[in-house]
């Protein structure tokens, strides 16, 4: 019966994989050829790729003529920036015929005649000898228009457009290294959660809302109207600093306060892409919502949700100061200044969309006009409402909220129950061909016979703002939301608009079409509710970063986001209290 013996056993004395050079058998008789530098992620298609490119200067030299193309690129070069692995060692395997190739030379050495024609004329090849010409304001095949940096198909412009999305945003507040983070929480985690809540409770309605002039729902492209500045006064003013709902709070109304312009950017805050924050106080077991002055809740974003949004002029390099003097003025269509044309937009439709000749008083007067004041008010209704975000009958969590109508519509019911209320809104055209326009099509001509491919731009491009404006517009309890489309009598100048079209929406059908879900929306308010009622009393800053899709809560100091009034009048109260 035959014997079977195991043989011999190599193991690696450096505990390593594989066999060790230093015990390899000696009957392995090319022990002594080293391997040639390879990766697990190569793909091993052939025994030998003789084209494969190789790092020695003098193979690339021989073989350049032959595998360069008429772009004067190799045709089995790899990407830019990627490189064979390996490519940078000496090779082993490398063998040239240096003596051969250096005895060999061209018969004819004489250079190549230049071509003649236009040696820019890109593009389609026209006769032998012809060259392009491009007259008057006739556009050249391909969608390029002369002049350097011209628009190409699709309205891309420009160099490095590929970097366009790269591009970092400055934070809305500059985080301190005094502040601690406190919770860190993803944009998809806010979108799983959800509470359904029931109809609002009104508390009190302040203010005086003007009837809206049905005109401007016939206005059409061919018969458009100017829009006028008005000098009219709109307080947006933050919580904390609302004389009525410091009343409520001392009363114990609700748990946590604020207003409709700051809820309904939490209850989308997945659908933001630019940078914001919200200042929050706990005093007690009563929670403050508040913005800061100048911060982005005093503007109207434009194209926010825009593949290519609209984009601000790099800051200049504080250590280069050839770079300050050399700045130049920002573009009309840059960020900042389509924001601030936006709003100046809202402002004033909302201003000149009402009758003021027919208006209706709330229950008490604007809180906020003082006697002092000699402009007139704008047409504005403050509604005090109160939302139970409680799970069990055990809690007893409610939100009070200030919300804001902008007129009535007649015939509709009484406005003082809460009856055909609507809110005014607009947006605003500014260069469809202009980098940012997010592929919006010219208004003037396709609004009135496609409006649905501009609503459905619109809605892509602008979805956040939108979701706040519908959510903005439920929560006050309006009937309708009016819709203004206004647009630029020039691109090029931004102080001049008319009014194209105007259209009207109920706010839960807008809601369905934009996929808005109100119940995700006070899933969100609860848990950051949760959230900071956990947390001992004092100042936090909840703060979207400004380029992901996080939100982050941090502890800041009683002083943060003071004015320098405000820190006199503490510091005086400080002494006066010192004194006695």
């Known amino acids: 019966m035959s014997s079977f013996s195991l043989p011999p056993i190599h193991d690696n004395p450096d505990g390593g994989w594989g066999p060790s050079s230093s015990n390899i058998p000696e009957q392995f008789k090319f022990k002594d050829i080293p391997y040639a530098p390879f990766s697990k992620s190569d793909k091993l298609g052939r025994f030998a790729d003789w084209n494969d490119p190789m790092s020695d200067n003098r193979q690339a030299a021989a073989g350049a003529s032959a595998t360069r193309d008429a772009r004067g690129t190799s045709g089995r070069s790899r990407r830019d920036g ?4 390996g490519s940078g060692t000496a090779s082993a395997f490398a063998y040239f015929h240096v003596d051969d190739e250096s005895s060999f030379s061209l018969v004819d050495n004489k250079a190549a005649p230049p071509r003649r024609g236009n040696a820019f004329s890109r593009g389609r090849a026209t006769g032998r000898g012809s060259s392009f010409v491009n007259r008057g304001n006739q556009r050249p095949r391909g969608g390029f228009t002369n002049g350097r940096g011209g628009f190409q198909r699709g309205g891309r412009k420009g160099w490095r457009d590929w970097d366009k999305g790269n591009r970092t945003r400055e934070s809305s507040v500059t985080i301190s290294p005094q502040w601690s983070m406190l919770e860190e929480i993803e944009f998809h985690r806010l979108a799983k959660l959800k509470l359904e809540v029931d109809e609002a409770e009104d508390i009190d309605t302040y203010g005086r809302i003007f009837a809206y002039d049905k005109i401007y729902d016939r206005i059409t492209t061919k018969t458009e109207k100017p829009l006028q500045p008005s000098d009219r006064i709109k307080y947006n003013t933050t919580t904390s600093d609302d004389p009525v709902i410091q009343q409520l709070a001392t009363k114990d109304t609700a748990t946590v306060y604020t207003t409709d312009v700051i809820l309904s950017v939490l209850m989308c805050a997945p659908r933001s892409v630019y940078p914001w924050d919200i200042v929050i106080v706990r005093e007690g077991n009563h929670l403050f919502l508040d913005k800061r002055d100048g911060g982005p809740f005093d503007t109207v974003t434009v194209n926010e949700n825009a593949s290519d949004p609209p984009q601000d002029p790099a800051p200049p390099n504080p250590n280069n100061p050839s770079e300050k003097s050399t ?69 007893d969590i409610k939100l009070c909220v200030r919300t804001e109508v902008d007129a009535f519509l007649p015939g509709q019911g009484n406005p003082r129950d809460g009856q055909g209320l609507a809110t005014i809104r607009a947006l605003n055209e500014f260069d469809p061909r202009a980098p940012g326009a997010g592929g919006a099509q010219d208004w003037r001509s396709k609004l009135d016979s496609q409006r649905g491919a501009v609503v459905a731009t619109e809605m892509k491009n602008n979805s956040c703002k939108l979701a706040k404006w519908t959510v903005q517009s439920i929560l006050a309890g309006a009937d309708l939301m009016k819709i203004g489309y206004i647009s630029r009598v020039n691109p090029k100048d931004n102080s001049r608009h008319v009014i194209l079209s105007t259209a009207s929406m109920r706010p839960t059908d807008f809601a369905a079409q934009l996929n808005v879900s109100l119940a995700n929306g006070w899933g969100i308010v609860r848990t950051i509710t949760d959230l900071c009622m956990k947390m001992p009393e004092g100042k936090y800053v909840l703060i979207k970063d400004p380029n992901k899709s996080v939100i982050r809560l941090y502890s800041v100091p009683m002083t943060a986001f003071t004015t320098e009034e405000e820190e006199g009048e503490t510091f005086e109260a400080d002494e006066h209290e010192s004194a006695a």
């Open 327 to 395: 700045q130049e003025a920002p573009s009309i269509n840059s960020a900042t200044s389509l924001s601030l044309e936006a709003t100046y937009i809202n402002q004033n439709f909302g201003f000149q969309a009402v009758v003021e000749s027919t208006a209706v008083d709330f229950a008490h007067p604007n809180p906020f006009y003082g006697p002092e004041e000699t402009d007139p008010l704008a047409s504005c209704g403050y509604r005090y409402r109160v939302f139970d975000l409680s799970v069990t009958e055990d809690e």
């Open 82 to 85: 990627a490189q064979a692995f």
